[in-house]
């Protein structure tokens, strides 16, 4: 029986790639995973997978704050050696973030082959720092091998949940009608920046006859003052890939999971990095994505600024006012998505597992 630690934790960008693998398994394989505490983790991860938790934080900070993270990180990796030591385990897959140290330090003290999934388009600094020392780097966009020097890289593409993949309805809350369906995402956590942006918008985008579904995060639940039958707020949802689907435009951060998502889906997007992203690796995301012309890339600014308002004019404004000729806009972006998206990522990981081990 294969013995697998996966370490992914805190956002949903590490979290459901890895359970995209974790649910493509073998039912044979012996699975257990390594998070956080009071992270995403502790909520998403199915019971079948036994969770382990142990304290880890990024290297970003500077001055003392930087020492307790490296002081915790010398802490940690002992005790994952232990744990993988105690289970038995086969070999370690890994999402990057904060969790992947630890795990790739105390799988090489142990002599345990790890596979890395670099999902973004500019590589995150465990990738850069301890990729050569895994057996595999996998990553979701070709343009990262040039940035991976020393490492043995393969393209797989980023996995997605398998509800991505299988043709889904509209949920029975989504408003109804011929107007345009537009969804607003800023991901697992929300994005207070984005939202501030979209909310003095959404009057125009109803009296034009458009449908909006906004999921605002838990991080700013704070809801509009309109009430209108084609306008519903929500702080999640579980049917993100029916949203996706079914959207003629979605306005969503740039983190690689959700251009994953997109991708698959073969929906346009206005892109909306999210500025203070580890080495702005969220524009380096829309901008793989902004090529292939899947998508338009809007930077974040003050609510009062036109420059989200006139790119969904430029993408809609014909269709809207019942011009046929924006419906190949939107036909063209769409393309583009489809031309970003590799499919059958979980199974070229699953594969990759298998033969290392």
Not at 131 to 159: D, E, M, Y
Request: charge should be neutral; glycine fraction near 8%.
């Amino acid at each position: 029986m294969p013995r697998l630690l996966i370490a992914a934790s805190g956002t949903g960008g590490h979290l459901f790639p890895a359970l995209a693998v974790a649910e493509s398994l073998p039912s044979h394989w012996k699975v257990s995973w390594l998070g956080v505490p009071d992270r995403l983790e502790t909520q998403l991860i199915p019971s079948e997978y036994q969770l382990f938790l142990v304290r880890a934080g990024g290297l970003q900070a500077h001055g003392f704050k930087r020492l307790l993270q490296l002081l915790q990180l010398l802490f940690s990796t002992p005790r994952v050696r232990s744990l993988l030591i105690d289970l038995d385990i086969d070999a370690v897959f890994t999402t990057g973030g904060y969790i992947a140290a630890p795990a790739i330090l105390a799988a090489i003290w142990c002599g345990l082959p790890v596979v890395l999934h670099e999902s973004n388009a500019c590589p995150g600094k465990v990738t850069r720092l301890l990729g050569r020392f895994c057996k595999i780097v996998a990553i979701g966009f070709p343009s990262t091998a040039t940035s991976l020097s020393g490492c043995n890289s393969v393209l797989t593409g980023t996995p997605v949940r398998p509800s991505f993949l299988i043709p889904q309805g509209l949920p029975s809350w989504v408003p109804c009608g011929p107007g345009p369906l537009i969804v607003v995402v800023g991901g697992s956590q929300g994005a207070v920046g984005l939202n501030r942006m979209v909310r003095p918008i959404v009057p125009s985008l109803l009296k034009a006859g458009c449908r909006v579904v906004h999921l605002t995060g838990e991080n700013d639940s704070q809801l509009t003052q309109i009430s209108h039958p084609n306008l519903v707020e929500r702080i999640f949802s579980d049917e993100i890939a029916s949203l996706l689907q079914h959207a003629a435009l979605v306005i969503s951060r740039a983190g690689a999971g959700a251009i994953s998502e997109l991708a698959v889906c073969g929906t346009p997007a206005i892109l909306v990095p999210y500025p203070q992203s580890t080495d702005q690796h969220q524009d380096a995301n829309a901008l793989r994505a902004a090529e292939l012309g899947a998508a338009v890339i809007v930077h974040q600014h003050a609510p009062a600024h036109r420059a989200l308002r006139d790119a969904i004019w430029r993408i809609l404004g014909n269709y809207l006012v019942g011009n046929d000729e924006n419906f190949d806009v939107l036909l063209e972006m769409k393309k583009g998505m489809e031309r970003l998206a590799i499919l059958g990522s979980e199974e070229k990981l699953v594969d990759i597992l298998n033969k290392i081990i």
